[in-house]
């Protein structure tokens, strides 16, 4: 298992933007595909962008062109910048190391 701090979230207008951080603990780090999630109330949790060890990409297509996930294996974190921020945007957000482990969630609301 991996323990996972995310860090980062809050309190944001439309149009603004964020940059989340998930450290994660132990020497493994490198080896593994991590992902942001989010859920918002009485949604269910969805995967908002992926990262794999070797760098590749994915994202979620409501958040293409407006968030990136990227890792520093040298400081075991994984980042999601979120830029143009909309109010659908807003839910708790988690961090995984896909298959070992989940952070406790930080918040993220876009409101005016």
């Known amino acids: 298992q991996v323990q996972l701090v995310e860090s980062g979230g809050g309190l944001v207008q439309p149009g603004g933007s964020l940059r989340l951080s998930c450290a994660a603990s132990g020497s493994m780090f490198s080896v593994y595909a991590m992902g942001w999630y989010r859920q918002a109330p009485g949604k269910r949790r969805e995967v908002v962008a992926s990262?794999?060890?070797?760098?590749?990409?994915n994202y979620a297509d409501s958040v293409k062109g407006r968030f990136t996930i990227s890792r520093d294996n040298a400081k075991n974190t994984v980042y999601l910048q979120m830029n143009s921020l909309k109010p659908e945007d807003t839910a708790v957000y988690y961090c995984?190391?896909?298959?070992?482990?989940w952070g406790q969630g930080t918040q993220v609301t876009v409101s005016s």
């Open positions: 990262i794999t060890s070797e760098g590749s990409t």
């Open positions: 995984s190391a896909i298959g070992a482990g």
